[in-house]
C-alpha cells in the first residue's frame, strides 16, 4: 500500500539550529516527492520536489532534501533554522502519471522555533 | 507562477443548508482539480479529483450527494456542501493541475467553513 510517514508529531529547536524533518514512504512505483509548508489557517505552499536525477534537490527557504531509494526516506534538512519557519511540514508522494497521479500526504510534522 | 485562489475564505453557515465554495485557477488552465479536507492539527484527506467537463472521482468513503463537485469549466471548480451539518466543519483546500505539470499540484489558501 501506498503510505508516507513522519514519525515525529512536533520537533521544537532553538533559532540559528539546525533542522532535519524525517518523511518515509511507500510506494510501488518511482515515486515523485514533495516537501510542504503551512502557515497557520493557510494553503500549502510548494518547498522543494523530487522527481528523478540528483538525489540531493535545493528549494526554496534555504531548504533541501535527500532522496535515499535503499531508505524509502526524503528528509528535509535546513542548516540555520529562522523564528519565521514555525509552521506545519507536510511530506507527499505521487505517481508519474494517470490514475495513480493523486498526492498521498504524511500527517506532517509541526516545527516550533525557540528565540 | 501558478497562483490558485478560494473563495470564500472563510463562512459560517447554519446547519440544514448549503454553501458552494469556489477554486480558481487564475494564469493557468487546469485540466484537474482536486479538493481536500482537513481536521485541526491532522494532515490532507483527498475528497475527490474532478476533470474539466466530466464527473468527478470521489474517493472511498466520500458522500458525493453530500459534496457536490462541478468543474464547468478550466479555471474554475465548485464544491458544495449540502444540508450541512456541524460535523461537516472543517478546512476544505483545493489544488490544480497544469496539463503540462502533470504530477504537481497548486494549492488554493483553503476555506475554513463552520456550521452552526
Known amino acids: 500500500a501506498q503510505s508516507v510517514t513522519q514519525p515525529d508529531i512536533h520537533i521544537t529547536v532553538s533559532e540559528g539550529a539546525s533542522l532535519e524533518l524525517r518523511c518515509n514512504y511507500s510506494y510501488g512505483a518511482t515515486p515523485y516527492l514533495f516537501w510542504y509548508v503551512q502557515s497557520p489557517g493557510q494553503g500549502l505552499q510548494l518547498l522543494l520536489k523530487y522527481f528523478s536525477g540528483d538525489t540531493l534537490v535545493q528549494g526554496i527557504k534555504g531548504f533541501e532534501a535527500e532522496f535515499k531509494r535503499s531508505q524509502s526516506s526524503f528528509n528535509l534538512r535546513k542548516p540555520s533554522v529562522h523564528w519565521s519557519d514555525a509552521a506545519e511540514y507536510f511530506c507527499a508522494v505521487g505517481g508519474q502519471s494517470g490514475a495513480t497521479n493523486k498526492l498521498i500526504f504524511g500527517t506532517g510534522t509541526l516545527l516550533a522555533v525557540q528565540p | 507562477g501558478a497562483v490558485v485562489s478560494q473563495h470564500p475564505s472563510w463562512v459560517i453557515c447554519k446547519s440544514g443548508t448549503s454553501v458552494k465554495i469556489e477554486c480558481r485557477s487564475l494564469?493557468?488552465?487546469?485540466?484537474?482539480m482536486f479538493w481536500y479536507r482537513q481536521f485541526p492539527k491532522q494532515s490532507l484527506m483527498l475528497m475527490a479529483t474532478?476533470?474539466?467537463?466530466?464527473?468527478?472521482?470521489?474517493e472511498q468513503g466520500v458522500e458525493k450527494d453530500k459534496f457536490l463537485i462541478n468543474h464547468a469549466s478550466l479555471t474554475l471548480s465548485t464544491l458544495t456542501v449540502t444540508s450541512a451539518h456541524p460535523e461537516d466543519s472543517s478546512f476544505y483546500i483545493c489544488?490544480?493541475?497544469?496539463?503540462?505539470?502533470?504530477?504537481?499540484?497548486?494549492f488554493g489558501p483553503g476555506t475554513r467553513l463552520t456550521v452552526t
Open positions: 494564469d493557468f488552465q487546469a485540466t484537474t
Open positions: 489544488s490544480a493541475r497544469r496539463p503540462d505539470r502533470e504530477v504537481e499540484q497548486y
Open positions: 474532478s476533470n474539466e467537463g466530466s464527473k468527478a472521482t470521489y
